[in-house]
């Protein structure tokens, strides 16, 4: 294993009956980086990293984090990684945030201090309601913490701040870059695309359990085309516009009411837009023009948007 990678995967493969959710899969993960691993529903990002995790045995390919194998070096591996699930789960459902961190600090030999860790996630307040009473946001916000008091060295996070509120999302953004400041690498999945493009170092993309495309999120949408989207009532009739178009752009709905005309974007097409626009009495609000998304890239890529 290369001394720079965290994480190496090399021809990953795993099926569950006759599907196969990871097809032969490669790739590599750098120490001291947030990577975030995108994908739409069902592309087999969680299979890769529950084999990464030592959740779940590859049926054929080699998997090492920190030079391990996670199944057969488990005991070793997992005093050095944390794990956070969705939605808080593996938690202790009984089990109150404050005694559940102090007791897994225990377990670790150089943890975070519990009581900055409670105090930057904002759990101060649910300290005494146990786990199963909390809300999404806040269990989410626990099940992050408990990844990270045992100090980790690797640490992969499934949808960190799924259910979490705007300014809380930021602090947890500001928690995860600091941390990745102090040498921990950071794998994450997430749909928001906001998170992936403000956090990551690196960007993977899997679709139909291979890898699809990686870079930076500057790599990615470099070289893409330039857009133009507005917002309008949801569910528009987009066909007279796509004749419209030049031939090779698209159009299409990227989220209800959230339109995105994909081409190269010069004063006739605009014109086109905003006169197609003004046909069907449609106020284009907040029409921009700029460069693709990582959100584009991944609806280009796969022809599936992401969703939670």
């Not at 969705?86 to 938690?91: D, I, M, P």
């Not at 516009?241 to 031939?247: H, I």
């Not at 299409?252 to 197609?276: C, F, H, K, M």
């Not at 003004?278 to 584009?296: C, F, Y």
Request: hydrophobic share 40%; proline share 6%.
């Amino acid at each position: 294993m290369s001394s720079s990678a965290a994480v190496e995967i090399a021809s990953l493969v795993k099926h569950y009956g006759r599907t196969t959710a990871v097809d032969g899969i490669s790739l590599t993960v750098r120490t001291g980086t947030i990577t975030s691993v995108l994908g739409p529903n069902g592309a087999g990002k969680t299979t890769t990293i529950e084999c990464c995790e030592g959740f779940r045995t590859p049926d054929s390919g080699t998997v090492r984090v920190l030079g391990l194998d996670p199944r057969r070096d488990g005991a070793q591996l997992r005093p050095r990684i944390g794990v956070m699930l969705q939605e808080g789960a593996g938690l202790y459902p009984g089990a109150r945030a404050p005694e559940l961190l102090t007791h897994l600090a225990r377990l670790h030999a150089h943890p975070l201090a519990v009581a900055p860790l409670i105090e930057r996630l904002e759990l101060g307040e649910s300290g005494r309601t146990p786990v199963r009473r909390l809300s999404g946001g806040q269990r989410q916000r626990v099940a992050l913490a408990a990844a990270l008091v045992g100090r980790p060295e690797v640490v992969f996070l499934d949808e960190p701040t799924a259910g979490v509120d705007p300014r809380m999302r930021r602090s947890v953004w500001d928690l995860l870059t600091q941390l990745r400041d102090d040498g921990v690498t950071v794998v994450l999945t997430t749909h928001l695309i906001d998170e992936a493009e403000r956090l990551s170092d690196h960007v993977i993309i899997i679709d139909d359990g291979g890898l699809v495309t990686e870079g930076s999120p500057q790599e990615l949408t470099r070289d893409a085309d330039s857009s133009i989207r507005f917002t309008g009532p949801p569910r528009l009739d987009l066909s007279g516009l796509v004749d419209a178009l030049p031939e090779g752009a698209a159009a299409d709905e990227a989220a209800p009411g959230r339109y995105v005309i994909r081409a190269t974007v010069n004063p006739q097409l605009l014109a086109t837009v905003t006169s197609w626009c003004a046909t069907h009495d449609i106020m284009p609000e907040g029409l921009q023009v700029g460069r693709k998304t990582l959100e584009d890239v991944v609806l280009e890529r796969t022809g599936r948007k992401l969703t939670p």
